[in-house]
C-alpha cells in the first residue's frame, strides 16, 4: 500500500493522536451553499464554535491537488473567496489530486476523507438526498450511496424540501443506514423544522448516540449514523414564505434545464436570493445548532475511551 495522500492539520493530528474530540466539518456549504462575503465569516465562526467547547474543528477540502483535513487560514480563505473551486464528490477525489484542483468536499467527499482520517463526527447543514422526479431524471446524491459505507457520525437538520424527503428515507432504510431524531420523531426538512415524515428512533442526548456508535463498531457495522437536529418551530422560516419560492425554484430549475452536480447550487442560490436573506440567517442558525451538537457527540465519544 502506498502512503496516505492525505494530509492531516497538526492541531487535528495532535487530537487525533491523544484521543481528544474532533469534529469534521464540509466545505461545499462554504463554497456553494452561503454567498459571498458572508460565507468566509461563517466558515470561521463555524470552527469557533468548536473551539470554544474544547473540540479541534476539521474542515475539510482539497487544495491544490492535496486532499486536506484541517484548513490554515489561507485554505479557508481560498475556498470562500476563490469563485474557481469546484464542487467535489467522492468521485471527483481521485482526479482532483493528479489535475491539482482545489474543490470543496460535499458530504459525500468530506465523509471519506474523515473516515481515512479516522475522525468519528461530523456536522454539516443539509444532507444531499433524491430529487423531485427523480424517477426520470435518477438524480440521487452520492451522498446517500456514501453514507452507507462511512462509519461517520452525521448532524445534519435533514435534507431540504428541495428534494423529496421521503424517497430520500426510503433509500436510506434500503442502504441501511440508521437515522436518529435528536430529541424528536419527525423527520425536519432544513428550514422548517417538521417534514410530515416519521422516523423511527428517536434519542435524548449524546451520550446515547455514543453508544449507538460503539454499538454499531461492536457489531462490525460500516454504515454512517445520521443524527437529525430539527431547528425549534419558533425560529424557522415562515412556512408560506418556505412553500412560495420552493415552487418557483423547482419550476426555475426545470425551465433552465439545469442537470448534475449544478441542481443544488442552483436551487440553494434560488432559495437564498428569494427569501431576501431570511433563509441566510437561518441556514446560519442551523450550522451552529448541529456543530455544537457535533461537538457534544465527539466529547461523548472521546469520553468513552476514558473512564
Ligand atoms: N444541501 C443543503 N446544503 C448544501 C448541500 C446540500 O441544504 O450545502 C451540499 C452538500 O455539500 C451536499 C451536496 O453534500 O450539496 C449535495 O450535492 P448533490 O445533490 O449534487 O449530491
Ligand atoms: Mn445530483
Given at each position: 500500500m502506498s502512503p496516505s495522500p492525505l494530509v492531516v492539520s497538526d492541531a487535528v493530528a495532535a487530537a487525533l493522536e491523544s484521543g481528544r474530540p474532533v469534529v469534521a466539518l464540509e466545505s461545499t456549504i462554504i463554497s456553494h451553499g452561503f454567498p459571498r462575503p458572508q460565507n468566509l465569516a461563517a466558515a470561521r465562526r463555524f470552527e469557533q464554535v468548536l473551539v470554544d467547547r474544547g473540540v479541534t474543528p476539521a474542515t475539510i477540502a482539497v487544495v491544490d491537488g492535496v486532499p486536506r483535513i484541517g484548513l490554515d487560514e489561507d485554505g479557508l480563505t481560498r475556498i470562500a473567496e476563490d469563485p474557481a473551486v469546484i464542487k467535489v464528490s467522492g468521485r471527483d477525489l481521485a482526479v482532483a489530486m493528479v489535475q491539482g484542483i482545489t474543490g470543496a468536499t460535499t458530504v459525500a467527499a468530506t465523509a471519506l476523507l474523515a473516515a481515512r482520517a479516522g475522525i468519528r463526527v461530523f456536522s454539516t447543514g443539509g444532507l444531499g438526498g433524491v430529487h423531485r422526479r427523480a424517477a426520470e431524471s435518477f438524480d440521487e446524491s452520492a451522498d446517500l450511496t456514501a453514507l452507507s459505507r462511512l462509519p461517520v457520525t452525521v448532524v445534519s437538520a435533514g435534507v431540504k424540501s428541495i428534494l423529496d424527503i421521503r424517497a430520500t428515507l426510503e433509500r436510506?432504510?434500503?442502504?441501511?443506514?440508521?437515522?436518529?431524531?435528536?430529541?424528536?420523531?419527525?423527520?425536519?426538512?432544513?428550514?422548517?423544522?417538521?417534514?410530515?415524515?416519521?422516523?423511527?428512533?428517536?434519542?435524548?442526548?449524546?451520550?446515547?448516540?455514543?453508544?449507538?456508535?460503539?454499538?454499531?463498531?461492536?457489531?462490525?457495522?460500516?454504515?454512517?449514523?445520521?443524527?437529525?437536529?430539527?431547528?425549534?418551530?419558533?425560529?424557522?422560516?415562515?412556512?408560506?414564505?418556505?412553500d412560495r419560492v420552493l415552487a418557483d425554484a423547482l419550476a426555475a430549475a426545470h425551465r433552465e434545464?439545469?442537470?448534475?452536480?449544478?441542481?443544488?447550487?442552483?436551487?440553494?442560490?434560488?432559495?437564498?436570493?428569494?427569501?431576501?436573506?431570511?433563509?441566510?440567517?437561518?441556514?446560519?442558525?442551523?450550522?451552529?445548532?448541529?456543530?455544537?451538537?457535533?461537538?457534544?457527540?465527539?466529547?461523548?465519544?472521546?469520553?468513552?475511551?476514558?473512564?
Open positions: 436510506l432504510e434500503t442502504l441501511g443506514v440508521p437515522v436518529l431524531g435528536y430529541r424528536t420523531s419527525r423527520y425536519p426538512a432544513f428550514y422548517v423544522s417538521d417534514s410530515g415524515s416519521d422516523i423511527d428512533w428517536r434519542v435524548e442526548s449524546a451520550e446515547e448516540i455514543a453508544a449507538v456508535m460503539a454499538q454499531q463498531d461492536a457489531l462490525g457495522l460500516q454504515s454512517a449514523v445520521l443524527v437529525a437536529n430539527p431547528l425549534p418551530p419558533s425560529r424557522q422560516l415562515d412556512p408560506g414564505l418556505h434545464r439545469v442537470t448534475g452536480k449544478a441542481v443544488t447550487p442552483f436551487l440553494l442560490a434560488y432559495f437564498q436570493q428569494h427569501t431576501h436573506g431570511a433563509s441566510l440567517e437561518v441556514n446560519i442558525d442551523i450550522a451552529v445548532a448541529n456543530i455544537t451538537l457535533g461537538a457534544e457527540i465527539a466529547t461523548a465519544w472521546a469520553q468513552r475511551d476514558r473512564p
